[in-house]
């Protein structure tokens, strides 16, 4: 079945970095999409960025712009978020979730980027605090 597990995140200081891994498994072949998430405390969940198996093409929220750098390693089965300049604000939970589907459907279109994931990690806690 697939499996995400999210590792990598801890604590770091405003202004860090911190890189963070979704290692999946239970699919190989075909196309798919990994979006990262995050959700603080008392807020919904937002998505913050995706990337296509098709091509590696990605999307970012705007709160992720510029700062944030999805990619992934095909060979490892594996998706990061490489995130610099940390603020206070992205204290939160992080997931990464899935999409399995046909060429399009997995792409990370502006319109559904951060919609339709089917499978879903555990979580992982990023804390930003002096």
């Known amino acids: 079945q697939v499996q995400l597990v999210e590792s990598g995140g801890g604590l770091v200081q405003p202004g860090g970095s911190l890189r963070l891994s979704c290692a999946a498994s239970g699919f190989t072949l075909g196309y798919y999409r990994i979006g990262w998430f995050r959700q603080a405390p008392g807020k919904e969940r937002e998505g913050v960025s995706c990337?296509?198996?098709?091509?590696?093409?990605?999307y970012y929220a705007d709160s992720a712009k510029g700062r944030f750098t999805i990619s992934r390693d095909g060979a490892k089965n594996t998706v990061y978020l490489e995130m610099n300049s940390l603020k206070l604000e992205d204290t939160a939970v992080y997931y990464c979730a899935a999409r399995l589907g046909d060429e399009t459907s997995t792409v990370c279109s502006r319109y559904y980027w951060d919609r339709y994931y089917m499978y879903w990690g555990q979580g992982i806690q990023v804390t930003v605090s002096s």
């Open positions: 990337i296509s198996s098709r091509d590696d093409t990605t």
